[in-house]
């Protein structure tokens, strides 16, 4: 096969290494064939690795506790010199728990987080328009999680260091070029000052570096920037009472203007407190949003003003907004879906593969999914056993994984399930008597169990027996 060198435009004169980067220790039952070939005759190149997994976010890590699982040898390597509890709050669907659950974490997981029992959406005058169980209060056989990102990460990581050992996750080592001769990949990373780190070699790369992926952007050039929606969220965090029944997340508003929270500390709750996570949104004139960075901060200035008035018995949002001291503000983007997602002997995986609006709660979830689906591709079609070319497995979790994806993509610009607070404010704007006036009960379950199917998380699908 003929060598492609992927090298961003503007580090492609950089061609020495300053240091070797050790492979993680060999803890798995499969030994990884050695191979000192290199593309850049000046850098020190370490033995070729199974799998170099590019981003230690929630899909690396669990992607490496899958492979870790299944037998398979893996290092995950992260840009970012130290990880850090960065984020606020994040749901864990119960497809995503089942995964989580398998790989032994539902006891740290519950420790921490939330399990909630139900989804409730009003309008923007505070009535309610729907509302339904979730979790193990719906029949699942695995909770949902409403928990801290930060928290879930630390988690996760911990677990893979417990297991894997210390090497298994490399930091400060952001992946800046990459050759794959055919044989193997050369990976050359850098570190946070952009000095080149090192080169490593890899039969096999999955690219979990996220919606800015470098990986996604070398092989699709002319992407651009995510697709702004038009619309900003701002999100944040605060210690309060605890609403409604303390395990409930709420959506209040429309397309144009929502509110969301939810409550993500096991620990606040024990002690009759609640740490709430909120979203605030809105529908913004311009069209070119600020880079998505989960660390901007902003003021509360900038967007309180439409909310001053939401003072609902039930919840009081701009009482939220004060109460909070660091906000962060995101623009809510997406990438169209993928043809591909494999070239050779790299993937992506996350939300580098399919990044999707925040809505349904499904960005960490799929994530996950992904996860699962890649260590049962790669064992059913044996890459630890055979020559460790990934093309079956990588196909086959493809195949398991990109058009699914690719469909909650679509399905969240379309609303997802929040289109029924869209339906609510379009047929009565100034609120309702009884929402079947306004929603008949069979039109508002359908919207409910149709994304459920959509995202794979049907109580059937969820509950369908764990193979043996
Ligand atoms: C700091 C941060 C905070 C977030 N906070 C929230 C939140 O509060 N709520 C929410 O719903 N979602 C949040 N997200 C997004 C959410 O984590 C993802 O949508 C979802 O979990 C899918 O995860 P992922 O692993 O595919 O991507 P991500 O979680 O984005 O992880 C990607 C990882 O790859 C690393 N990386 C990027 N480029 C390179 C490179 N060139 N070389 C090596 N490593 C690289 C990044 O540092 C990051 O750790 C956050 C993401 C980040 C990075």
């Known amino acids: 096969?003929?060598?492609?060198?992927?090298?961003?435009?503007?580090?492609?004169?950089?061609?020495?290494?300053?240091?070797?980067?050790?492979?993680?220790?060999?803890?798995?039952?499969?030994?990884?064939?050695?191979?000192?070939?290199?593309?850049?005759?000046?850098?020190?190149?370490?033995?070729?690795?199974?799998?170099?997994?590019i981003g230690g976010g929630i899909g690396g890590l669990v992607t490496a506790l899958a492979l870790h699982a299944a037998g398979i040898r893996c290092t995950v390597f992260e840009s970012v010199p130290v990880l850090r509890p960065l984020g606020v709050g994040i749901n864990l669907l119960p497809h995503s728990v089942r995964v989580l659950a398998a790989l032994g974490l539902q006891?740290?997981?519950?420790?921490?987080?939330?399990?909630?029992?139900?989804?409730?959406?009003?309008?923007?005058?505070?009535?309610?328009i729907w509302s339904e169980p979730r979790g193990i209060a719906a029949g699942y056989a695995y909770p949902q999680f409403s928990i801290h990102r930060g928290e879930l990460q630390m988690l996760l990581l911990a677990a893979v260091r417990e297991r894997m050992g210390e090497a298994a996750v490399l930091t400060g080592h952001a992946l800046e070029r990459f050759v794959?001769?055919?044989?193997?990949v050369s990976l050359h990373f850098v570190d946070p000052q952009g000095t080149l780190r090192g080169t490593v070699r890899a039969h096999a790369v999955i690219a979990a570096d996220g919606i800015h992926s470098v990986v996604r952007r070398h092989f699709h050039p002319d992407e651009g920037p995510p697709r702004f929606s038009g619309r900003l969220l701002w999100r944040g965090t605060c210690e309060g009472a605890p609403f409604l029944d303390g395990r409930t997340m709420i959506q209040a508003g429309h397309d144009d203007q929502k509110f969301v929270c939810y409550p993500i500390s096991r620990q606040l709750a024990d002690a009759g407190r609640a740490r709430i996570n909120w979203i605030a949104e809105l529908s913004v004139a311009h069209d070119t949003p600020p880079r998505q960075d989960w660390s901007r901060r902003v003021d509360a200035s900038i967007f309180r003003e439409p909310f001053a008035g939401w003072r609902f018995d039930w919840l009081d949002v701009p009482g939220l907004i004060d109460a909070t001291d660091a906000i962060y503000e995101y623009p809510m983007a997406d990438r169209d879906p993928l043809a591909g997602w494999t070239h050779g002997r790299i993937t992506l995986l996350g939300d580098s593969a399919h990044p999707m609006y925040p809505i349904g709660s499904n960005g960490a979830s799929q994530s996950i999914l992904d996860a699962e689906a890649m260590a049962s591709a790669l064992v059913e079609t044996?890459?630890?056993?055979?020559?460790?070319?990934?093309?079956?497995?990588?196909?086959?979790?493809?195949?398991?994984?990109?058009?699914?994806?690719?469909?909650?993509?679509?399905?969240?610009?379309?609303?997802?399930?929040?289109?029924?607070?869209?339906?609510?404010?379009?047929?009565?704007?100034?609120?309702?008597?009884?929402?079947?006036?306004?929603?008949?009960?069979?039109?508002?379950?359908?919207?409910?169990?149709?994304?459920?199917?959509?995202?794979?998380?049907?109580?059937e699908q969820v509950n369908r027996p764990v193979a043996p």
């Open 180 to 184: 794959d001769d055919g044989d193997a």
């Open 107 to 128: 006891p740290q997981l519950a420790a921490t987080a939330i399990e909630t029992a139900a989804l409730t959406f009003y309008n923007r005058h505070g009535q309610l």
């Open 382 to 459: 044996g890459f630890a056993r055979g020559d460790r070319h990934p093309a079956e497995g990588f196909a086959r979790y493809e195949a398991m994984r990109r058009e699914a994806t690719g469909r909650i993509v679509l399905g969240n610009r379309a609303g997802g399930p929040d289109q029924v607070m869209q339906i609510a404010e379009e047929r009565a704007p100034s609120g309702f008597a009884h929402i079947h006036d306004v929603i008949p009960l069979a039109e508002l379950e359908a919207i409910s169990a149709r994304y459920k199917q959509l995202a794979g998380f049907s109580r």
């Open 1 to 53: 096969m003929a060598q492609q060198d992927h090298r961003k435009p503007q580090a492609a004169a950089a061609t020495t290494a300053s240091a070797s980067v050790a492979p993680a220790e060999s803890t798995g039952p499969v030994a990884s064939t050695a191979s000192t070939a290199s593309t850049d005759a000046a850098a020190p190149v370490s033995p070729v690795l199974d799998i170099a997994i």
